[in-house]
Nanobody, 115 residues
Framework: QVQLVESGGGLVQPGGSLRLSCAAS????????MGWYRRAPGKQRELVGI???????TYTDSVKGRFTISRDNAKNTVALQMNSLKPEDTAVYYC?????????WGQGTQVTVSL
């Protein structure tokens, strides 16, 4: 069974940094675009950014210059480096990937930015 598992969430002060990781496991033949989404309290889930298999990235405007997505195709992982965090970045962060041509989601990891 294919699954995605996120890790690295937690509590951080404004201006701080966190690094999220997401690992795919199971019977994997191919992984296409991978990405990160988030759902803030009382809001709909939104795109944070995506990365293609070739390494091209796209970010939502609110995180440009602060967040960086990277992936390791050999290890079937994707990471989200978050710097200069703001309280409005508080959300549950989800990893998504197209694995064997099917859309897969992780279970989410909480990120809280607060004093």
């Amino acid at each position: 069974q294919v699954q995605l598992v996120e890790s690295g969430g937690g509590l951080v002060q404004p201006g701080g940094s966190l690094r999220l990781s997401c690992a795919a496991s199971g019977s994997i033949f191919s992984i296409g675009t991978m990405g990160w989404y988030r759902r803030a309290p009382g809001k709909q889930r939104e795109l944070v950014g995506i990365i293609t298999r070739g390494g091209s990235t796209t970010y939502t405007d609110s995180v440009k210059g602060r967040f960086t997505i990277s992936r390791d195709n050999a290890k079937n992982t994707v990471a989200l480096q978050m710097n200069s965090l703001k309280p409005e970045d508080t959300a549950v962060y989800y990893c998504k990937a197209y694995i064997n041509s099917f859309e897969r989601w992780g279970q989410g990891t909480q990120v809280t930015v607060s004093l």
